[in-house]
C-alpha cells in the first residue's frame, strides 16, 4: 500500500471517529443496531479494501448513511460498499433484502435458489411445481434463478429469471468487474431474482422508498419490471 494510500484511508478513519459523523450515524440507526458496531463494521470495510478510502468522503459518507436509515451493516453478507472510479457505491446483498422484507410484518417465510442443468425443475402459469436436486451427481451449470415468499394468508408470489436475464442485469452494474458479481455470482442471482420479486412484496414505505434509491445509484437504469404476478394458494411448504 502506497503512502498516498495509507494517508487516504488514515483521513477517513478518521471522519469516521469524529463526533459530527458518529452524531449523525447515531440520529439515523434505527433502535435494533448499536452504533459502534455499525461504525466498527464500517471501518473493517475501508480496511480491508483501500480503494474505498480513494473515494470521494462525500459519496462514502453517504453510503454509510444510507445503510444506517436501512439499518444494516456493510458487513459484505447483507450490504457491499463497491468503489466505483472515485464514487463509492452501495449494493444491499439477497440476505439484506431479505431482513428488510420481513421487517414489514407480512411475510413469514423467503426462499430463493439456483436451478442447474440437472435438476428436476418445473414451472406452470408462474408456479413452481418441482424442484428436486439429485446431491449424487453433479448438478451442473446453473441455468436459472427463482424466488418466493409466503404471505400470512398462506398465499405465494413468486419470481423466475432465466441467467441470461441476470447477465444483462449485471452488465448494467457498476460493481460488474468486482465482488460480489465476480465472486458470487450465484448469490447474487438469487439477489437479483429476489429484488424483482420484492417489488410486489409489502414493506415499510420508508424502507422501500430509500431501498429504490440506493438501487439506482447501483445501476445505470431502473430494475426491469414485469406484471404483477399472480398470488398462489399453497399449503405446501
Known amino acids: 500500500m502506497s503512502e498516498i494510500v495509507k494517508s487516504k484511508a488514515t483521513a477517513v478513519r478518521q471522519l469516521l471517529s469524529s463526533d459530527a459523523i458518529q452524531t449523525q450515524i447515531s440520529k439515523a440507526l434505527p433502535a435494533i443496531c448499536k452504533p459502534e458496531r455499525f461504525m466498527r463494521i464500517a471501518v473493517t470495510a475501508i480496511t480491508k479494501n483501500p480503494k474505498l478510502a480513494e473515494c470521494s468522503q462525500e459519496s462514502l459518507m453517504g453510503c454509510l448513511l444510507d445503510l444506517a436509515q436501512l439499518g444494516i451493516e456493510a458487513d459484505g453478507r447483507r450490504a457491499h460498499l463497491i468503489p466505483y472510479k472515485d464514487t463509492c457505491t452501495l449494493i444491499i446483498d439477497y440476505k439484506g433484502l431479505v431482513e428488510l422484507v420481513k ?63 441476470v447477465e444483462k442485469i449485471k452488465n448494467a452494474s457498476r460493481g460488474k468487474t468486482q465482488a460480489p458479481w465476480t465472486q458470487h455470482f450465484d448469490e447474487m442471482g438469487k439477489k437479483t431474482v429476489f429484488r424483482r420479486l420484492s417489488k410486489w412484496l409489502p414493506m415499510l414505505p420508508e424502507v422501500a422508498q430509500k431501498v429504490d434509491e440506493v438501487e439506482k445509484m447501483e445501476f445505470d437504469f431502473e430494475m426491469p419490471k414485469k406484471e404483477a404476478p399472480q398470488s398462489v394458494e399453497s399449503d405446501i411448504l
Do not use: W
Request: include cysteine; hydrophobic fraction near 30%; glycine fraction near 8%.
Open 103 to 165: 421487517r414489514g410484518g407480512e411475510v413469514v417465510m423467503i426462499h430463493a435458489d439456483k436451478v442447474c442443468k440437472n435438476d428436476d425443475f418445473k414451472v406452470d402459469m408462474g408456479e413452481i411445481k418441482k424442484h428436486e436436486i439429485d446431491y449424487s451427481r453433479p448438478r451442473g451449470e446453473a441455468y436459472a434463478y427463482y424466488a418466493y415468499a409466503k404471505m400470512k394468508d398462506g398465499s405465494l408470489q413468486t419470481e423466475v429469471m432465466t441467467r441470461e436475464e
